[in-house]
């Protein structure tokens, strides 16, 4: 994601064998009539609250309790690509590889071995800028979780041996995200849309960093961005918040908080975005993937409610979703050549046009119905203090002008004459998200870690709720217009991209000439 979709544009590494599963289960439309109202209302007001405990040395301990029989503990950490220069980019990437490959006190695989014992999940990632590590374990076994994930922080080996061996292992990956033609695109977005600024790094870095990065490069990456106050140690499931901070204290203590030099402390670099394209034509690849943007709001700004409603009235489509003109078999009236035979009877077949199976969006309907792509999906990729607001489509090379136009026609619709109906559609997709963000431990502890680092506190879905049910017809028309209307747009092509258009002409098609 994320960024991601969102999230955004984040790399991510986790032993096979422990890649924990996403629902990806919608619940049932939370506004159907008096009884679903009142019991969506009872659920947002009798979600567990978050509490959160600061220890002495800034580290940030929150957590939410309910009665289950497993947990899910994790440190998120403000650390990622964007802290990252030239030179170093990767080293954060890397240094998550390593982190399961031993500490000083279980070297090895001893580490890996010892989550294993206790029938655990151990996961992690790395975005632009946060990075995770999270346990999914018995409840029971929570003490012990803090303690694995204490020294898996504070005393990452970073062993000569298993360094060489992992740098081969992270080539190969790149070489294997390279063929992923989605994640090229966007990385290629980020490159262009933040140019000379640190969001255009990869999260995984390039090959050529991959191959001269160095043991010491690694501790002085771990060294600045490893501190108490970067992190938070986040929890969800069935764990006291006392014992959680006792054993917080007991393990995280000794976590540090100081920078040795003045002006070590790292801050976040600014950057700025550059309306600006980049093309990679090949012409050997079937299908062309293209992704255009504008300028985002961050991650605090609340705009961005409003331009995720925006996006869920877009929605989004595959062809693996179905949908097409639906022919009805009606009751024998009107011209006779109008019919056809079914057995003993004489039938007519109605081809009902605008309403189209499976499509709810004006776009998905338009892309079905007269074949414009393989998928599309509209992203809002948020980071502090700016975004990328966007689509992203995959076509046929033929397709890609009707495609791009029917697109930005659907955004210029937006800023001019979104409907109340469509909001209020868009909204209850957006509430029935939010509520399943209660499905499992390891979202509501990611959910936690993530609101501690990006608003400094844990938004509840009560407040999610109020904003939303706050958007009308009017606002979504007067933000889209915002950040859409006359806008220079970030445009990144990959594959057989001959009939896009000149970036000029595209970016004549982000405005109307209206009287």
């Given at each position: 994601g994320g960024g991601g979709g969102g999230g955004g544009g984040g790399g991510c590494h986790c032993h096979p064998v422990r890649r924990l599963p996403r629902s990806r289960c919608l619940l049932s439309a939370p506004v159907l009539g008096k009884r679903g109202a009142a019991s969506y209302?009872?659920?947002?007001?009798?979600?567990?609250?978050?509490?959160?405990?600061?220890?002495?040395?800034?580290?940030?301990?929150?957590?939410?309790?309910?009665?289950?029989?497993?947990?899910t503990v994790g440190v998120f950490i403000e650390a990622g690509s964007r802290y990252e220069d030239a030179k170093t980019n990767g080293a954060g990437f890397f240094v998550e590889h390593m982190a399961f490959k031993g500490t000083k006190k279980r070297p090895g695989s001893a580490f890996e071995k010892e989550v294993e014992s206790l029938g655990a999940h151990l996961n992690g990632y790395t975005s632009r800028e946060q990075t995770a590590f999270y346990i999914k374990a018995f409840s029971k076994d929570m003490p012990k979780v803090v303690e694995l994930l204490s020294d898996l922080v504070q005393n990452c080996a970073l062993e000569d041996s298993q360094i060489e061996k992992e740098r081969g292992i992270i080539l190969q990956e790149l070489k294997e995200t390279d063929s992923n033609l989605t994640d090229v695109t966007f990385d290629y977005l980020h490159a262009t849309a933040y140019q000379g600024t640190a969001l255009a790094h990869t999260v995984e870095g390039t090959t050529e960093n991959i191959k001269k990065l160095t043991r010491a490069d690694l501790a002085s990456y771990v060294d600045i961005h490893f501190k108490a106050p970067r992190m938070v140690l986040a929890a969800a499931g069935g764990i006291s918040h006392r014992e959680l901070v006792d054993a917080a204290k007991q393990h995280f203590t000794g976590a540090s908080f100081e920078y040795k030099a003045k002006g070590s402390v790292p801050d976040l670099p600014r950057c700025r975005f550059t309306g600006s394209e980049i093309r990679a034509r090949d012409d050997a690849l079937p299908l062309a993937h293209i992704a255009l943007a504008v300028e985002g709001p961050g991650w605090a700004d609340p705009d961005n409610v409003v331009l995720n409603v925006a996006n869920a009235i877009i929605g989004r489509y595959d062809r693996t979703f179905g949908g097409g003109k639906v022919r009805v078999l009606g009751v024998q009236q009107g011209e006779p050549e109008a019919f056809s035979s079914v057995g003993k009877l004489k039938v007519k077949w109605l081809t009902v046009s605008p309403y189209l199976q499976n499509q709810s969006s004006r776009l998905a309907a338009l892309a079905a119905e007269h074949k414009l792509c393989h998928s599309f999906e509209p992203f809002n990729t948020s980071y502090s203090d700016t975004g990328l607001f966007g689509f992203h489509f995959v076509s046929d090379p033929l397709s890609i002008d009707d495609m791009m136009f029917c697109a930005q026609g659907e955004w210029m619709r937006l800023c001019t004459s979104a409907t109340e109906s469509e909001v209020t559609r868009a909204k209850n997709y957006l509430r029935n998200a939010m509520?399943?963000?209660?499905?499992?431990?390891?979202?509501?502890?990611?959910?936690?870690?993530?609101?501690?680092?990006?608003?400094?506190?844990?938004?509840?879905?009560?407040?999610?709720?109020?904003?939303?049910?706050?958007?009308?017809?009017?606002?979504?028309?007067?933000?889209?217009?915002?950040?859409?209307?006359?806008?220079?747009?970030?445009?990144?092509?990959?594959?057989?991209?001959?009939?896009?258009?000149?970036?000029?002409?595209?970016?004549?098609?982000?405005?109307w000439i209206r009287l």
């Open positions: 209302a009872h659920t947002l007001q009798n979600i567990p609250e978050t509490q959160v405990t600061t220890l002495e040395n800034g580290l940030r301990v929150a957590s939410e309790e309910s009665h289950q029989p497993t947990c509520v399943a963000q209660l499905d499992g431990t390891t979202r509501v502890c990611e959910n936690i870690g993530s609101h501690l680092l990006h608003y400094g506190r844990r938004i509840p879905l009560e407040e999610w709720d109020a904003r939303i049910s706050a958007v009308d017809a009017k606002m979504v028309r007067d933000v889209c217009s915002k950040y859409i209307y006359d806008k220079c747009p970030a445009i990144a092509a990959v594959g057989p991209i001959e009939q896009l258009l000149d970036y000029n002409r595209i970016r004549s098609s982000m405005y």
